[in-house]
């Protein structure tokens, strides 16, 4: 994968998904950071908050950019197009 981000939408799918290559013991690397998740670094702590960190944040920005497109959308009503 390129990004953390187009892997899942949610922390909590993002977790699922990784625990399903974990159990098939596939690993995931994330090009854009060099980052390599799965069930060789399962016992790495520092991995394991690197992957939530980044999961939650790719979270939030997703969260922010689905509230500005909506806040969009209600200005546009309001001005009357579409």
């Known amino acids: 994968?390129?990004?953390i981000d187009r892997l899942a939408r949610?922390?909590?799918d993002l977790n699922g998904i990784i625990q399903r290559f974990k159990e098939k013991s596939v690993n995931v690397t994330f090009l854009d950071n060099n980052m390599t998740f799965g069930s060789d670094t399962e016992n790495d702590p520092m991995q394991r908050l690197l992957f939530n960190v980044l999961g939650s944040f790719a979270e939030f920005e997703r969260d922010m950019i689905v509230n500005r497109t909506g806040e969009?959308?209600?200005r546009a009503l309001k001005a009357g197009k579409k």
């Open 1 to 3: 994968m390129t990004k």
């Open 72 to 74: 969009g959308r209600q």
């Open 10 to 12: 949610s922390i909590i």
